[in-house]
T-cell receptor, first 113, second 113 residues
Framework: NAGVTQTPKFRILKIGQSMTLQCTQDMNHNYMYWYRQDPGMGLKLIYYSVGAGITDKGEVPNGYNVSRSTTEDFPLRLELAAPSQTSVYFC????????????FGPGTRLTVT | GENVEQHPSTLSVQEGDSAVIKCTYSDSASNYFPWYKQELGKGPQLIIDIRSNVGEKKDQRIAVTLNKTAKHFSLHITETQPEDSAVYFCAASNLEYGNKLVFGAGTILRVKS
């Protein structure tokens, strides 16, 4: 049972480039989330999904897109990367019956220059 | 919306001493308050939580207290050990609205041996 896995661990992008951050969980959780973590700012919710085919915006969704075609996968897409998107990105998942107990992946550190 | 403030931002204690981290929240409708521990290079991990119908909860060396009237809650770690060194995040949520957690900015705890 690997839990929540994220790839890549690190990435450097140039301004205007695009990329997809991958997230997979093997706990059969219905709910999945994407957060960004900036120094001294805690975690901010970007997008979340309550099941395959259902996604919704969180607190800071601008500049990002998500999709949820399977229960296991929840990729985060950055289009036209900007320096403001330099951050550490965490994916998390939870059971629908206990959505507040979230299991986090190890994170992806993204730098946009 | 909910706003969670966390203090202090950094905390250094001697091994064996106690550590206390405090959080305040703004939305009186919040009724679930988890604490996460983030070790270096890893994602946050849920360590303890408390619901608004409980004033205190303990789990071995850690405890959480909640004052609903004052809208603040605290994490207490007794007999600190070097492995307690990490970043600690508090969060708040309304269980009726399920999955959205609002996080504090985090506290870096250093336990000196």
């Amino acid at each position: 049972n690997a839990g929540v896995t994220q790839t890549p661990k690190f990435r450097i992008l140039k301004i205007g480039q695009s990329m997809t951050l991958q997230c997979t969980q093997d706990m059969n959780h219905n709910y999945m989330y994407w957060y960004r973590q900036d120094p001294g700012m805690g975690l901010k919710l970007i997008y979340y999904s309550v099941g395959a085919g259902i996604t919704d915006k969180g607190e800071v969704p601008n500049g990002y897109n998500v999709s949820r075609s399977t229960t296991e996968d929840f990729p985060l897409r950055l289009e036209l990367a900007a320096p403001s998107q330099t951050s550490v990105y965490f994916c998390a998942s939870s059971y629908s019956s206990r959505p507040y107990e979230q299991y986090f992946g190890p994170g992806t550190r993204l730098t946009v220059t | 919306g909910e706003n969670v403030e966390q203090h202090p931002s950094t905390l250094s204690v001697q091994e064996g001493d106690s550590a206390v981290i405090k959080c305040t929240y703004s939305d009186s409708a919040s009724n679930y308050f988890p604490w996460y521990k983030q070790e270096l290079g890893k994602g946050p991990q849920l360590i303890i939580d408390i619901r608004s119908n409980v004033g205190e909860k303990k789990d071995q060396r850690i405890a959480v207290t909640l004052n609903k009237t004052a809208k603040h809650f605290s994490l207490h770690i007794t007999e600190t050990q070097p492995e307690d060194s990490a970043v600690y995040f508090c969060a708040a949520s309304n269980l009726e609205y399920g999955n959205k957690l609002v996080f504090g900015a985090g506290t870096i705890l250093r336990v000196k041996s």
